[in-house]
Structure formats: C-alpha cells, structure tokens
C-alpha cells in the first residue's frame, strides 16, 4: 500500500504559530503580531518539535536568543513553499468569482494615492461593486519587498529597487518639478533650474522618505547646498507646508494639473540636464497568477497614469 504523502499535525495550528514566530524572530514579537500569549505559543512550538522529532529553535537569551535550527530552516522553507500554493489556490477559485466578489490587495506611495487612485477606485467601485480593498502606504524599497513576499498583489511606487524577481505591468518616466505658491517669484517661470531654487527656503523630505536620497543626489550634481526650513517624514506636511508659504518643496512626481485656477500652488517643471527622470512603476511579483480583480485593478490604473502624463 502506498505511504499517504502527507502527514497529519496533531496540532495544525502549531504549524503557523511556527511561522509567525520565525518570521519575527522572536515569541514576544508573534505574540504581538497573532493576539495569542507567548506562552501558548512556545507551547505550540514545543507539540510540533515533539512531532518533528527534533529541535526548531535554538533558544538562548539576550537579542539573537532565538535562531531556526537546520530542521527549522527546513521546515520554514517547506511551510512557505505550502502558503504559496494555498495562495495559489485563494486566487484560482477568486478567479472563478470574476468581479463579483474579492479583494484586491495592494502597496502604494503616499503622493501617489492622494493625486491618482481615489478617483481610479471610485470608478471601479462603481463598476465592481462586490470588490473590497486593502491598500499599504509605505516607501519604495518596503512597497518591493511586500511585492516579493506576495504580502500585496501589487504595489505602484516611485524608483522601486531592481530586483530579478520584480515585473513591471506599467512603467513611466516621471519630471521633476518645484511646488511653490502662486504669488512666489518661481511661479512665473515656464521651467527652473536647481541653482535657481538655491536663493529660496526648501520644505525638504527626511531621510526615512526614498525622496531624500533622489534631492540629495541631485544637489550633489548641480553643486548646490538647499536652504531647509522644514524637514518631514511626510508628503502631506509639505505640500501644505509649501501651499502655505513655508518653503518650496522639489517633487519628482510630477503627476499633477499645473494649470488648475483653483490651486493654491503652481507646479514648475524643474529643467537640468543632469537630472535623470525618475520612474514610476506598477511592479508585481515575476511569475505570480494574479487574481481577475487584481488585474483588472492594474488595467485601470495603468490607463489612469497613461492619460495623466500623456503630453500635451
């Protein structure tokens, strides 16, 4: 009689709970993460050593108290390699639901959200009214290794980190441009220069924003040292920051309508030569099967971005 090829937990559970813990790399950490005391959770771990037949964890104290096993890696290694055909399977029945029903799960960047998707979701909304959403706000770098860690379908971000795992569904070359007040003298100019923007206080990204490193570059380049009034860790802060005279804020997401009347700003395009374009992308996993929803979602939010950055 042939062996039956999987082998049944008498505790299930503990196979996630085993997960969790070595995904935080610590039993406080899951704890926090599942709502599940910690005690409970070693005891779970404990059932499936016990099951296993060895060790998982080394446990030791101080912060690398607890580190996976050679057996743990193994079974770490199999427990994802299951979680994706699980999630696999989630997305092949969604699939037999259409766009009645599901929900499309993805990253985006803060600037990008405010100025394009709102308006994409409500007319999808309208369209696919079965449809839920979960959207993640986060920088680029985390927005790609959510995208690999299938944590989201999809994420549309600026300058995402190449990596051979990541495809792009759709990707644009984006200007730069300086947001600055109707009444500021740069409002005037048809387009600047960095070392035009050098006599003017700056309302300037911090360090934890993927913008910092781009402004600092490009600084660097065009030899020039920016006058920072106000730093934050917000796209929202700014751009109220410069709506209200604060400073000038350089962005290089030039996704906006400069010509709107009933805008407080203008959007000056920003015209240095050294100045390579920054890219905006919608990035999925290379190889995943995305759900119709998700993909619809895409299609939407690729001809949203082509209409607005079409020229002319």
């Known amino acids: 009689m042939p062996r039956e090829s999987f082998i049944p937990l008498k505790h299930p559970l503990s196979l996630r709970y085993f997960f969790e813990v070595a995904k935080a790399g610590s039993f406080r950490k899951a704890s926090e993460q599942v709502h599940v005391a910690a005690s409970a959770i070693n005891r779970h771990v404990k059932y499936l050593e016990e099951e296993m037949g060895a060790p998982l964890f080394e446990r030791g104290r101080g912060r690398e108290g607890l580190r996976l096993t050679a057996a743990g890696e193994i079974l770490l290694h199999r427990v994802k390699r299951a979680m994706a055909e699980l999630g696999a399977a989630y997305t092949e029945v969604d699939s037999l639901r259409g766009l009645k029903r599901g929900t499309v799960n993805f990253g985006v960047n803060e600037g990008i959200w405010r100025d394009v998707l709102p308006g994409v979701l409500t007319e999808f909304r309208r369209n696919h009214p079965g449809i839920d959403y979960h959207v993640v706000a986060a920088n680029s770098p985390r927005l790609v290794d959510m995208v ?19 495809a792009f569904a759709t990707r644009h070359s984006i200007g730069a441009c300086v947001m600055a007040p109707r009444n500021h003298p740069l409002a005037s100019y048809r387009s600047v220069l960095l070392s035009d923007c050098a006599q003017y206080e700056l309302v300037m990204p911090d360090e934890s924003l993927a913008l910092r490193a781009t402004l600092d570059k490009m600084f660097s380049q065009a030899g020039v040292a920016p006058r920072a009034v106000l730093t934050t860790n917000s796209y929202e802060v700014m751009r109220s920051a410069a709506e209200a005279g604060i400073g000038i804020a350089i962005l290089t997401q030039q996704l906006f309508d400069p010509t709107s009347a009933s805008s407080p700003v203008v959007y000056v395009p920003l015209r240095d030569s050294g100045i390579s374009p920054q890219v905006l992308a919608c990035c999925i996993r290379r190889g995943r099967t995305l759900s119709i929803a998700s993909t619809a979602m895409i299609k939407e939010i690729s001809a949203a971005l082509e209409a607005r950055l079409a020229p002319g």
Do not use: Q
């Open 148 to 166: 690999l860690a299938d944590e989201v379908d999809f994420a549309v971000a600026f300058n995402p980190t190449p990596h051979e795992g990541l």
